[in-house]
């Protein structure tokens, strides 16, 4: 079971927290399933029934009804498991810091993520962090190594060229601070 959410879930899921919201929303789920409405499969009217009844938003809705199939196979017996399992799963996922000036668009962070999964690692998370101190660029921790692409790293790298540029530029003798 969990084999097949896992995937499901990483097709539109980019961010660890997001990861962490969405097993908590199959919980919710599955116990309003087996527990309220006492069924014994999720079915896709069981999905409808509990996005109606909790007002759930329009991306809550996407995510199930895109997990409708695999749900199907859950259990009342097998869902702690499964959804230990699939925290267990989400957190191997290879993750991605980066941090930014500013939040990003969900576009944004799926087309980054999608970027990350093909051509870093496949089996992989973002972890955005909103650093108002980053005035342009960002900075990335990947595998406990920090990589800086800000403006102001840019700026410290070119500082001493510029400096001269602007003494030559300007006549003047000595250093600028």
Known sequence: MTNSLLPLLMAHTYRRSDFSYRISLLRELAEFAFFTRRVTTIETSVIEDFLATTHKNVSDAEVLNGLAG???????????????????????????????????????????????????????????????????????????RAYDYSFEQSLRKQQKPLQAQILARSGASGSIV
């Open 70 to 144: 695999a749900l199907r196979t859950l259990t009342q017996q097998t869902l702690y498991d499964t959804l230990a399992e699939l925290e267990t799963g989400a957190n191997a996922l290879a993750v991605l810091t980066l941090s930014v000036p500013v939040s990003f668009a969900e576009a944004d962070v799926a087309m980054i993520g999608e970027w990350v999964r093909r051509e870093v690692v496949p089996m992989s998370v973002l972890e955005v962090v909103v650093d108002p101190r980053i005035i342009a660029g960002c900075s990335l921790v990947w595998q406990g």
